[in-house]
């Protein structure tokens, strides 16, 4: 059969591919530290299973409304109100199995063919993929290193806009660097895209993977929930990644044509996860609060290693569960040029498994120094510091 042409500019995660890497190298009889993937090895909330079983038992195994449940939209509705400060109802939110798949709705809803869309570079895949995919133009604007963490590249952003610019993709709590806005940024960053008549996609799927404060969005700041569609997710929020659930979040009229790409696609989302979902909500949290207290200690036991090691540099974030080390130094003590190189080099001689700055979208120009992502989701405190000592070891050894 021959291919559609169209499939040619559709991207993939090459995460994946470290995955499969990694599993081969373990199948041989190697330890190995998992650092790569962006998945929880902590288990989802009891609660939220019991839920979703007496869901099942009750016969909630049918089809449901293509936009979710009213229950759950209605809740979903309140509680992003609270957390915002904007005024949802249900009519704003369409349930999604995950929070990717808004991604690619949101592109099909909005951009045309030949549209002009800004999307962070490093950033996750999807962005470039399905901006590609769908015939639009990819805009990159990437992340600079600040005095405590990774800055958005403000200038990158407005240097780039044209009369064609019609879309900014926007991922606060930042796969891969973990960066966060200021407010200052973020008011900024607000009236550049009322100034320039901008829609935005606020992928908010780190919103509540936090360690100190609170989250403010993008879409909170006057004048922007009107062109703001929030990507929600339960995956991060309750480790419930592989359940699939999640919502896109915005003006009626938008999410009615997210829904209406639902009754071609998935019907809706599973039935019975989202009463599971709804007990996320709204019951006992003594298990996500647990879990966030787990993921800072490994944040900071991670930190504290990879700063100790000769030519490695790490800022800590507050939020998300990555870390994203300047390795260049690092590379330059080994010898070695290649980014690529130096990760496989990372695994066959530590079993230490990461991803790289090449997961996260192609290189951008006048960039010089390497970076590779660590997620500490997936690897137990033990693990993280004998493999970061392994690491340690490598590089200054
Ligand atoms: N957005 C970002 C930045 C992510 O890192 C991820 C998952 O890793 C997602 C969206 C999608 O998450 P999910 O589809 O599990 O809700």
């Known amino acids: 059969m021959r291919i559609a042409d169209r499939i040619e500019r559709l991207g993939v995660e090459t995460a994946f591919a ?3 890497e990694a599993a081969a190298f373990a199948a041989e009889g190697n330890k190995v530290y998992p650092f790569h993937l962006g998945d929880l ?5 009891s609660n939220i299973m019991d839920a979703a079983e007496k869901a099942m038992r009750e016969g909630k195994t049918g089809y449901c409304p293509n936009a979710g449940i009213p229950q759950l939209r209605e809740l979903l509705a309140d509680d992003v109100s609270r957390s915002h400060g904007i005024d949802y109802t249900m009519e704003n939110v369409s349930i999604q199995p995950g929070g990717k798949p808004v991604i690619g709705k949101f592109l099909l809803a909005l951009m045309n063919p030949g549209d002009e869309v800004l999307y962070p570079n490093p950033g996750y895949p999807i962005y470039e993929s399905q901006i590609e995919f769908q015939g639009g133009r990819a805009l990159p604007y990437g992340y600079v290193e600040g005095k405590e963490n990774f800055e958005l590249d403000m200038d990158a952003i407005e240097r780039q806009i044209t009369p064609r610019t019609k879309i900014l ?11 966060e806005c200021s407010p200052q940024e973020l008011e900024k960053l607000a009236g550049l895209a009322i100034r320039h008549d901008l829609y935005v996609l606020c992928d908010e799927a780190y919103f509540d993977v936090r360690y100190e404060g609170k989250s403010v969005s993008l879409a909170s700041i006057p004048g922007m929930a009107e062109r703001c569609v929030i990507l929600y997710s339960f995956s991060k929020k309750f480790a419930m990644t592989g359940w699939r659930i999640g919502a896109a979040i915005g003006p009626g009229d938008v999410i009615d044509v997210i829904t209406k790409l639902n009754v071609n696609d998935e019907s809706c989302s599973n039935h019975f996860i989202q009463y599971a979902a709804m007990e996320g909500l709204t019951g006992d949290q003594t298990q996500a609060r647990q879990m966030l207290d787990t ?9 504290d290693i990879l700063n100790s090691i000769e030519g490695v540099r790490c800022f800590r974030p507050n939020v998300t569960f990555y870390l994203y080390p300047n390795v260049t130094e690092a590379m330059e003590r080994k010898g070695i040029r290649d980014l690529d190189e130096f990760r496989e080099a990372l695994l066959h001689e530590t079993g230490v498994s990461v991803c790289t700055r090449l997961h996260f979208g192609r290189a951008l120009e006048g960039e010089k120094d390497f970076y590779i992502r660590l997620a500490y989701s997936g690897i137990n405190i033990n693990e993280i510091r004998e493999g970061l000592g392994r690491f340690k070891a490598f590089i200054e050894g």
């Open 41 to 45: 090895n902590v288990i989802t909330p």
């Open 295 to 303: 993921l800072r200690e490994r944040r900071d036991a991670a930190a």
């Open 169 to 179: 993709i926007f991922n606060d709590w930042h796969n891969p660097t973990g960066a």
């Open 18 to 20: 470290v995955s499969a």
